[in-house]
């Protein structure tokens, strides 16, 4: 299998690389700091998200040179005064990165359903190669976790029915498909047009024939009878080129030719028009017809709310295609994570000072401390609520978990209560530790999450706000630095 080209170390924004390079130059690029992700809201107005993203993120990470073509246009960069913007220090210490990369990294595994507030991922190490990571981690993150929800969402509203994702030719370039196609998955999607995104990832790969295969014939049962003909283990008919319903019809008729030589018709694909109507008729002629285990595939700017409308109109469809409402992400073009510093030390073994971000928005003060997740769940597996703790600063058991939204909200976990640690060790020093499961285990362990939430976190619409919230300790340092930073003794 041929390998994906890992993008550029150049993909960022160039104050990383003038962050690094300042760094430097003052003597602190050394300093130890803990950097962490995380999102303010979910997306879609939903009730949570699922975290994907983190494959392509180790990959690149475990990859990650300046080529000397690279450095050579960084050597090149002038700033507003006409000189040099980066020294040869700051050029030599990028050629000599994989040898001399030692951050930690930590991260809740893909297919996590994770909640605003808490880091999905963490790094730890010299402040300007934490700093250097930045980009590449939310670029990875944003748009994959982005597209992992809107899938999960997608599979919710089918309750059970297959979902297939058709959004190649409507998404955002190459790069931005086979990203979606992959986060797709994750999210619960069961299939996919991609084919690269196949070959690359291991995902099925599923597809009918467009309007042109039947426009080239001169009718539509000749065209239908020809590709039965051409590739009779793969028949789904596109059937509203002309009048759907007569589509359905010849469709049967090349199904019966089909039967008689040992093969099936796998399913009729619905592609405009009242679907919930033309399918339950579309039912009746298959079923009157034998084919009964003909299934009836519909696409057509499917997203999870048109998916719940149709359901509730009695519609006879089993397979969904979704396309551009869910690699484009189309009613949310953002998830809005943000990678922000927690704590500094000078260096290894020292105490960690903890720093944080004042904002006059409340959803935007940042948790100081290096931190980790602690995720509660009943005795049937449930997920209980999320605490936010330092590390080092988690109670041995139970607990109290405050809102910092809100203080007069908190919830006390009795003891005995089950838990687990969210984030797990990914980098050590540099060196890769993890390997993520193949994309099939991150997809079941989405609907395992999901099925973990209670219902009224997961449904669509108006969702209920899942528990998440600091250790007691840990908000009274947050209270106290917010205080001293505002001056208030």
Known sequence: MKPASPPSTLLTDLYQLTMACGYRRTGVAEREAAFHVTF?????????????????AVELLAGWRYEPGELDYLRGLRGNDGRELFDEGLLAALAAWPETFTCDVDAVPEGTVVFPGEPILRVCGPLWQAQLLETHLLNCLNFQSLVATKAARVCLAADGDEVLEFGLRRAQGPDGALAATRAAFVGGVGATSNVLAGMRHGIPV???????????????EEAFAAYADALPNNVVFLVDTYRSLDGVRHAVLAGERLRARGHKLAAVRLDSGDLAYLSIEARKILDAAGFHDTAILATNDLDEHLITSLKAQGARINVWGVGTRLVTAYDQPALGGVYKLGAVRESAGQPWQDRIKLSEQTVKVTTPGVLQVRRYQDGGGRFVADLIHAEGGAPADGGTIIDPADPLRRK??????????????????????????????????????????????????????????????????????????????
């Open 40 to 56: 303010r809201q979910p997306p879609f107005q939903g009730g949570f998200t699922v975290a994907a993203g983190l494959g392509d």
């Open 206 to 220: 599923r597809g009918t024939h467009a309007h042109s295969w039947v426009m080239a014939f001169h009718g539509e």
């Open 412 to 489: 006390t976990i009795p003891d005995g209560t089950a838990w687990e640690p969210l984030l797990v060790p990914v980098f050590r020093a540099g060196k890769q530790v993890y390997v993520g499961p193949p994309l099939a285990r991150a997809r079941e362990r989405t609907f395992v999450q999901v099925g973990s939430l209670h219902p009224s976190i997961r449904r669509l619409v108006n969702p209920h706000g899942y528990p998440v919230g600091l250790e007691p300790g840990l908000f009274e340092r947050r209270t106290a630095l917010i205080r001293q930073a505002r001056g208030e003794g």
